[in-house]
């Protein structure tokens, strides 16, 4: 008799595995989208966006709103070896600053992470910085000389281009 169960409970698992399966291949049918095209989409969706979110401290953590943060970017474009030009204006804290940035992005297969390692930022300092760009959002992780933290928001086109909030 346990034999039985068991077999029907195997088949039982099969059947709805089967069903669970096929939407996803269906899904799936479609063709991926080629590098050429995601690079393309990622120049299109970057290029005069402004990243606007917050940014953490590690071991700064409090019952504080979060620290503002705004990067507006101008033309973003394709270099050579994974690089990347970015025409940028930096705001977060009492800094505010605009100049060229050649970064890397690297892909995580429809996903691009914008990576810099130890790079000094004229006015700013140096930082390694690992962020991914997705549906419009951006998260990640940032580190300084002695410090880093989180940051996250959203991949915005609005009009408004003033500094962020002070709180």
């Known amino acids: 008799m346990i034999r039985v169960v068991a077999l029907f409970f195997a088949s039982l698992l099969w059947i709805a595995s089967v ?15 080629s590098q050429e095209e995601l690079e393309k989409q990622f120049a299109e969706t970057m290029s005069g966006a402004t990243l606007v979110g917050n ?4 071991g700064m953590e409090s019952d504080k709103p979060l620290k503002p943060e705004r ?6 474009s394709k270099l050579k070896n994974g690089y990347w030009q970015f025409e940028t204006r930096i705001q977060y804290g009492e800094h505010d ?3 060229p940035l050649a970064l890397e992005v690297k892909w995580s297969g429809d996903t691009p992470m914008i990576t810099l390692t130890d790079v000094t930022i004229p006015g700013l300092g140096t930082y390694t910085s690992r962020v ?13 000389s002695n410090h880093g933290g989180h940051l996250f928001g959203k991949v915005t086109r609005d009009t408004d281009k003033a500094a962020p909030e002070k709180k």
């Open 19 to 33: 069903a669970v399966a096929q939407p996803a291949a269906e899904k799936n049918d479609k063709a991926a989208p």
């Open 55 to 58: 940014f953490t401290i590690a």
């Open 71 to 76: 990067y507006t970017l101008g033309k973003v």
């Open 97 to 99: 600053v605009k100049l």
């Open 132 to 144: 991914l760009v997705y549906r419009n959002q951006y998260a990640g992780t940032w580190s300084g």
